[in-house]
Antibody
Framework: QVQLQESGPGLVKPSETLSLTCTVS????????WSWIRQSPGKGLEWIGY???????IYNPSLKSRLTISIDTSKNQFSLKLSSVTAADTAVYYC??????????????WGQGTLVTVSS | DIQMTQSPSSLSASVGDRVTITCRAS??????LNWYQQKPGKAPNLLIY???NLHSGVPSRFSGSGSGTAFTLTVSSLQPDDFATYYC?????????FGQGTKVEIK
C-alpha cells in the first residue's frame, strides 16, 4: 500500500516562501499523478495542483503565479513551494495520489496532513 | 472554475437511518464526481469515484448516483462509524474543485 508523508516548517512568516515535501513509500513515484491539496476553515478543501509524467505540472490558476511543484524520483519525493505567503495561506496541507490518468482524478491515498501557519 | 454545491450543509440522523446528500455542479461534469468521508483531524478518505464506483474496502451501504450536474450520495443504514463530514469533488476539469461539505451528526 502506498503511503505519503508531508514534512516541512509549521510556521512561515508573511511574504516568505512556504516549502513542503511529500515522501512516498510503498510504490514508485514515477507513475501516477501527485497532488497537493489544502484545507482551511474559511475556504474548505482547495486543490493546489499536481505533477505527473516525471515533471509535467498543472496548477490552480488562483495560485499559479506563486506556485512551484517539483519531483525528485531518486528520493521518491515531490515538493511544493508557495511564495509571498499571507495569512490566507494558513491551512492544513495534504499530499495525495491519483491514478495515472487525467480522467481518474480522484484521490486514493492521502498524507496525514501538516498544518502550516503564516504569522510573524 | 466549476462550482460544487452540496446540500444540506449539515444534518442530524440516527443509527439505522437512510441518509442522502446532494451535490450539484455549476456545469456538466459527465460522471466525473467523487465522494470522500472525513473525520476530525484526519485526511479525507475516498468512498466513491466516477459517480457510482465503490472504492476498495468501502461498505456496500454507501452508494452514489447521478450524471451531468446533479449527484447523490446515499447511506442506506447509517452506522456509528459514519458520523463524519462528506465532500464531493469533480474531476471533469482542472482546477479540481470540492463541495463545501456536509456534516452528518448524531440525532
Amino acid at each position: 500500500q502506498v503511503q505519503l508523508q508531508e514534512s516541512g516548517p509549521g510556521l512561515v512568516k508573511p511574504s516568505e516562501t512556504l516549502s513542503l515535501t511529500c515522501t512516498v513509500s510503498g510504490g514508485s513515484i514515477s507513475s501516477y499523478y501527485w497532488s497537493w491539496i489544502r484545507q482551511s476553515p474559511g475556504k474548505g478543501l482547495e486543490w493546489i495542483g499536481y505533477i505527473y509524467n516525471r515533471g509535467s505540472t498543472i496548477y490552480n490558476p488562483s495560485l499559479k503565479s506563486r506556485l512551484t511543484i517539483s519531483i525528485d524520483t531518486s528520493k521518491n519525493q515531490f515538493s511544493l513551494k508557495l511564495s509571498s505567503v499571507t495569512a490566507a495561506d494558513t491551512a492544513v496541507y495534504y499530499c495525495a495520489r491519483q491514478p495515472d490518468d487525467f480522467w481518474s482524478g480522484y484521490y486514493i491515498d492521502w498524507g496525514q496532513g501538516t498544518l502550516v501557519t503564516v504569522s510573524s | 472554475d466549476i462550482q460544487m454545491t452540496q446540500s444540506p450543509s449539515s444534518l442530524s440522523a440516527s443509527v439505522g437511518d437512510r441518509v442522502t446528500i446532494t451535490c450539484r455542479a455549476s456545469q456538466t461534469i459527465s460522471n466525473h464526481l467523487n465522494w470522500y468521508q472525513q473525520k476530525p483531524g484526519k485526511a479525507p478518505n475516498l468512498l466513491i469515484y466516477d459517480t457510482s464506483n465503490l472504492h476498495s474496502g468501502v461498505p456496500s451501504r454507501f452508494s452514489g448516483s447521478g450524471s451531468g450536474t446533479a449527484f447523490t450520495l446515499t447511506v442506506s443504514s447509517l452506522q456509528p462509524d459514519d458520523f463524519a463530514t462528506y465532500y464531493c469533488q469533480q474531476s471533469y476539469s482542472t482546477p479540481r474543485t470540492f463541495g463545501q461539505g456536509t456534516k452528518v451528526e448524531i440525532k
